[in-house]
């Protein structure tokens, strides 16, 4: 099959021809009709995730068919389509898992991270760890609902359900899906951007913010909740000061830049950081329940397997408004 695989930490892909996987004991096979392209997927490439299986095929936004399956298989019949998001595995018996916190397992293991992924034509995954899709999105527009979506969703879900005005830092893939929820909940939405990026500004607003600026400038009313996907440790205290009192903000990225210091006082009155860590399997069913109700719109930037490596850049740019997703044929 054809992939494209990560040999070295710091280099581009490259596209190679490697042996279909065989899926083991409650495992499916996957044909690969779209795959997202995430962000994490940048911090892997550029070593700011440690310690990747290697070489690795990265990809853990995977929509596709099931072609076979492994002894037990149970949860899936061949020709279903499904989707496998970053939380590939956990081992059920720590006490994460058995507090209900299996998205910080000791022992998990991640979708094109530890555990290769979706930038090929096929992929193995465990039963367990796979959605049934719902709605009627073609595949290039459900694979952003795996991660952009999934890990939107668990971040809006910690801002809690008593606030009103949300602000959102960093206006890319889980963004746009979030706010659509949040506005169809009746929030209103503030959207940050980049300094300067007026393209990015006006796609918030077409989407229904109710204002966007640039990350460093404060909203005309104060924040009850933000969540911050850019991986710019500077936003904490920037978010801070656009905060009312016993509001809180949402940490959404797996990899964030240094948090410079900051005064106590824009912490003070009871505000709240907290960061997200992976998802969980009631997410995953949260927001593949909610996003047909919406309904969430993706929009998506479509380019093939091969182009992985002009994906990656586009996306490194800042030139993707949506999520960038490739088509597997």
């Not at 065989?22 to 997927?41: E, S, W, Y």
């Not at 389509?81 to 397992?105: A, D, H, M, Q």
């Not at 109710?210 to 990350?215: D, E, L, N, R």
């Amino acid at each position: 099959m054809r992939a494209m695989v990560l040999a070295k930490q710091g280099e581009p892909l490259k596209q190679m021809n490697v042996n279909v996987p065989v899926p083991a004991a409650g495992q499916v096979l996957i044909k690969v009709k779209a795959c997202g392209v995430c962000r994490t997927d940048l911090h892997i490439i550029d070593s700011e995730l440690k310690e990747p299986k290697l070489p690795l095929i990265i990809g853990h936004e995977i929509i596709g068919e099931v072609a076979s399956l492994g002894e037990n298989v149970t949860k899936f019949k061949i020709g279903e389509r499904v989707g496998v998001p970053w939380l590939g595995y956990t081992c059920g018996k720590c006490k994460f898992c058995l507090s209900g916190k299996e998205n910080l397992c000791d022992n998990a293991k991640f979708t094109g991270y530890t555990i290769d992924g979706g930038y090929a034509e096929y992929t193995v995954a465990d039963e367990r760890y796979c959605f049934r899709i719902k709605g009627n999105y073609s595949d290039e527009h459900a694979a952003p609902l795996l991660c952009a979506g999934l890990i939107g969703y668990r971040s809006y879900r910690l801002c809690g359900d008593k606030f009103r005005r949300l602000g959102i830092y960093g206006f890319g893939a889980a963004a746009h899906i979030i706010a659509q929820i949040a506005m169809h909940d009746g929030k209103e939405v503030y959207a940050f951007t980049k300094d300067g990026d007026s393209e990015g500004q006006a796609f918030a607003k077409e989407l229904g913010a109710v204002w966007a600026g640039g990350s460093n400038d404060m909203p005309p009313e104060k924040l009850d909740a933000s969540i911050i996907f850019a991986p710019v440790g500077a936003l904490i205290p920037a978010a801070l000061k656009a905060t009312e009192k016993g509001g809180i903000v949402v940490c959404g990225g797996i990899h964030m830049s240094n948090i410079p210091e900051f005064e106590y006082n824009i912490l003070w009155e009871e505000r709240t950081v907290i960061s997200v860590a992976n998802l969980t399997r009631e997410d995953g069913d949260g927001l593949l329940e909610a996003a047909p109700k919406v309904p969430v719109k993706t929009i998506v930037q479509v380019y093939k397997l091969e182009r992985a490596n002009e994906a990656l850049k586009d996306l490194r740019a800042g030139k993707v408004h949506g999520a960038a997703v490739l088509k597997i044929d």
